[in-house]
């Protein structure tokens, strides 16, 4: 579907070219007034990354501190770079799974120490 880019209220001609997932292009073709589905797109992307996202303000220890404040959507990365970090949490996780049941075994072998000591 070409995609026309709303730029100062007017809409420049630059060709793109994407495949939406099926419920979504349903849901544009129901949605859409015939010819409106590239406007509608482009509105949408530009609401997406321009519109405020709101949420709670957290103080130093984590508690809701009754304010909204302006946040963000989160950064956009590539699938290659997604895929880099997915592997490094997964790693991370792994030595954080390892050193609680490291600290579990010592935990329990504490109390096993003591009573081996002779009275």
Same mark, same amino acid.
């Given at each position: 579907?070409?995609?026309? $880019? &709303?730029?100062?209220?007017?809409?420049? /001609?630059? %060709?793109?070219?994407? @495949?939406?997932?099926?419920? @979504?292009?349903?849901?544009?073709?129901?949605?859409? /007034?015939?010819?409106?589905?590239? +406007?509608?797109?482009?509105?949408?992307?530009? $609401?997406?990354? @321009?519109?405020?996202?709101? =949420?709670?303000?957290?103080?130093?220890?984590?508690?809701? @501190?009754?304010? %909204?404040?302006?946040? &963000?959507?989160?950064?956009?990365?590539?699938?290659?770079?997604? /895929?880099?970090? +997915?592997?490094?949490?997964? =790693?991370? &996780?792994?030595?954080?799974?390892?050193?609680?049941? +490291?600290? /579990?075994?010592?935990?329990?072998?504490?109390?096993?120490?003591?009573?081996?000591?002779? +009275?």
């Amino acid at each position: 579907m070409p995609f026309l $880019w &709303n730029v100062g209220g007017s809409m420049s /001609k630059v %060709l793109h070219s994407f @495949t939406l997932h099926d419920h @979504t292009s349903e849901l544009l073709r129901k949605k859409s /007034k015939k010819g409106y589905m590239s +406007q509608n797109v482009s509105a949408a992307i530009e $609401w997406y990354y @321009t519109s405020p996202v709101w =949420t709670k303000e957290r103080d130093d220890d984590g508690e809701y @501190t009754g304010k %909204l404040v302006r946040a &963000n959507k989160g950064v956009v990365i590539a699938p290659y770079e997604r /895929k880099k970090y +997915q592997e490094i949490i997964g =790693t991370l &996780n792994k030595q954080i799974d390892a050193l609680e049941a +490291q600290k /579990k075994a010592l935990q329990n072998n504490r109390f096993k120490f003591w009573k081996k000591l002779p +009275q």
